[in-house]
């Protein structure tokens, strides 16, 4: 049955008024003044014997009554749960009317990818159904970037897609190894998109990459080197690479790294063995996407430089037992960076205004699904 009238004004109400907050920054308005301060508590889980740590941000009206939940997972970076921009937004989401929950994911502050943060957010998800102030009905997720795996990868097994009403993925990645290629080289092609994005020539992530995921090549009495190189790389991108004394697996793996030019990558690719194809196998959702039944938003920046945004066109498009998702493709953020941007009037014009809209429909349908 259709939704009171009612019901959807007061829905679309609030989305705006989030998309205001969110416009606002850190700037003091109406919004922040009327859901009143944010309280900020910290938790801990555990998860196959290691202790997961959780901050909980919820207003005086979500701490007393069953509220839904959005648990909010944080992508590469050393900062994980206290990076400023995601306590921002869970501040935001606080007071839109949830419960903000945001684990610390061991593996994706170390630039890594694995399943242990995925065992974690299981654990996280499965203890927040016994909380008294949360809707277990009503958990959702939020992943960032390359965060949104543990995500997606868990939607296709029982634990999560038994627990998650629905899951919002903000520039995530389906196929790891199509990932790779546009987060090295800047180049993609798919879905009747083609063109490439040239990487910075420093400050890109790929040393922090290649140091925090050294599993995947088999290891060697020479590893120490390659992860010493790696280190060195990190702070100095030209610094020299003698690699002479380490296994053919190494080598491979650090020149399939530190290319930058399209047309070798399949080749350097096929030149890293199994094990790293298997490894990329493992952590691509695409895999596994054919078991998702959890509805899914999908949001994605045109510009995005760390995952191509045709990574969400193929999520929207692989999820065969699943509502359908909706896809939300713009040029209001810069990758995970939810800071409007807008350099002159007509970039607002072009990109701000629309995206806003776009914005502002994303979360009406965040809290359509959260049943807000």
């Not at 879905?191 to 400050?203: A, K, N, S």
């Not at 096929?270 to 999908?298: C, H, K, N, Y």
Request: with cysteine; aromatic share 8%; charged share 25%.
């Amino acid at each position: 049955m259709p939704e009171p009238l009612t019901r959807g004004v007061g829905r679309a109400w609030r989305a705006a008024a989030f998309v205001y907050d969110l416009a606002a920054g850190e700037r003091d308005t109406w919004v922040k003044r009327a859901a009143g301060p944010v309280t900020v508590t910290s938790f801990v889980v555990t998860s196959t014997g290691r202790e997961v740590h959780c901050d909980r941000y919820a207003t005086a009206e979500t701490s007393d009554r069953s509220r839904p939940c959005m648990v909010v997972t944080h992508g590469f970076t050393h900062q994980g749960a206290a990076d400023q921009r995601l306590q921002a937004l869970c501040r935001r989401l606080a007071r839109a009317g949830f419960v903000a929950v945001a684990p610390e994911l061991d593996e994706m502050r170390q630039y890594r990818l694995g399943r242990g943060d995925q065992a974690d957010l299981e654990a996280v998800v499965v203890a927040l159904g016994d909380d008294r102030g949360i809707d277990a009905a009503r958990i959702g997720v939020m992943a960032f970037s390359f965060g949104s795996a543990p995500t997606l990868i868990g939607l296709a097994e029982p634990t999560l897609r038994d627990r998650v009403a629905f899951a919002v993925i903000f520039g995530g990645y389906f196929d790891l190894r199509r990932t790779f290629k546009y987060v090295l080289t800047g180049a993609y092609d798919g879905f009747g998109h083609t063109g490439r994005l040239t990487p910075p020539e420093t400050g890109d992530d790929r040393w922090k990459f290649l140091r925090g995921n050294l599993a995947m090549i088999p290891p060697s009495p020479t590893s120490h080197v390659i992860a010493e190189v790696a280190a060195r790389r990190i702070a100095d991108p030209r610094a020299p690479a003698d690699l002479s004394t380490c296994s053919a697996e190494e080598r491979a793996a650090f020149a399939l790294i530190e290319n930058r030019d399209p047309d070798r990558y399949d080749a350097l690719y096929e030149a890293t063995g199994p094990l790293v194809d298997r490894w990329i196998r493992q952590l691509s959702p695409v895999f596994t996407a054919s078991a998702i039944r959890t509805p899914l938003i999908l949001v994605h920046s045109f510009t995005d430089q760390k995952t191509p945004f045709i990574e969400s066109i193929a999520m929207s498009r692989s999820v065969p037992h699943a509502p359908p998702p909706r896809l939300t493709l713009l040029n209001a953020f810069a990758h995970v960076d939810l800071t409007l941007n807008w350099r002159s009037l007509s970039s607002l014009l072009r990109d701000g205004l629309p995206g806003l809209v776009a914005v502002w429909r994303t979360v009406r349908d965040v809290l359509r699904a959260a049943r807000l």
